[in-house]
């Protein structure tokens, strides 16, 4: 797996990330949602590097001109409900993507345990497409491991990308090894641990929680 983390590099993104962690501004669920998709944006900038280009003649007012366009066929896979922002980030950017999405959810056997449960599913077929797979936060990597294992139900993809704002090195190592060869990794930050209960710390605290309110645990 390639990882690009973008807090080695000084930039605007540390400010979105630092105003996301910060439980002083974490109550404005529109400020959070925001930061969020800006991450999506920058994320989506980086990424657009490393797709395929081709030249292309278009017509200007003026004259005709050409152009370097990607040319790959993407479709953007967001994890139901936290995933929504960054969905929507990715797309301001990559406008012309399809848009799948699948929900996953930790089911609590225990207290300090728990299994991913896979309800839901909408998807175009990803035969010989750039699959992109959008979760704010990557943690244990089983809610991703699961996504991407159901999604192989509707085709496999030429290439896989996954987009996060926070994960923990646990997490990515538990991945690293699972998803397909040449998998590339954007992360805004990578984090030094889980806690007992598999959150990522320091991290942010509950992503689906801050941006949409909390929710009836199961």
Not at 74 to 95: E, K, Q, T, V, W
Not at 99 to 111: P, Q
């Amino acid at each position: 797996m390639e990882i690009y983390n973008l807090s080695q590099t000084n930039s605007v993104a540390n400010h979105f990330l630092a105003d996301l962690r910060n439980v002083n501004t974490q109550t404005d669920r529109m400020r959070f949602r925001r930061n969020i998709e800006r991450i999506g944006e920058i994320l989506a900038y980086e990424m657009s590097k490393t797709l395929f280009f081709s030249s292309e003649e278009i017509q200007t007012p003026l004259a005709k001109s050409e152009a370097s366009l990607i040319k790959e066929k993407l479709i953007i896979c967001s994890i139901l409900r936290a995933g929504i922002p960054l969905h929507n980030g990715l797309l301001n950017y990559l406008d012309w993507a399809d848009s799948s999405f699948i929900s996953a959810y930790r089911y609590h056997t225990s207290e300090n345990e728990f299994e991913i449960n896979v309800e839901y599913l909408a998807s175009q077929s990803l035969d010989e497409k750039v699959l992109i797979l959008a979760d704010p936060m990557l943690a244990t990597g089983q809610s991703l491991l699961a996504t991407f294992e159901a999604l192989t139900k509707v085709g496999l993809p030429k290439e896989v990308h996954v987009v996060s704002v926070i994960g923990a090195q646990a997490g990515i190592d538990f991945l690293k090894d699972k998803l397909p060869s040449g998998t590339k990794l954007w992360i805004g930050a990578i984090d030094e641990k889980l806690n007992e209960k598999g959150y990522i710390v320091p991290g942010l605290g509950d992503a689906g929680d801050l941006a949409y309110g909390e929710k009836l645990q199961k």
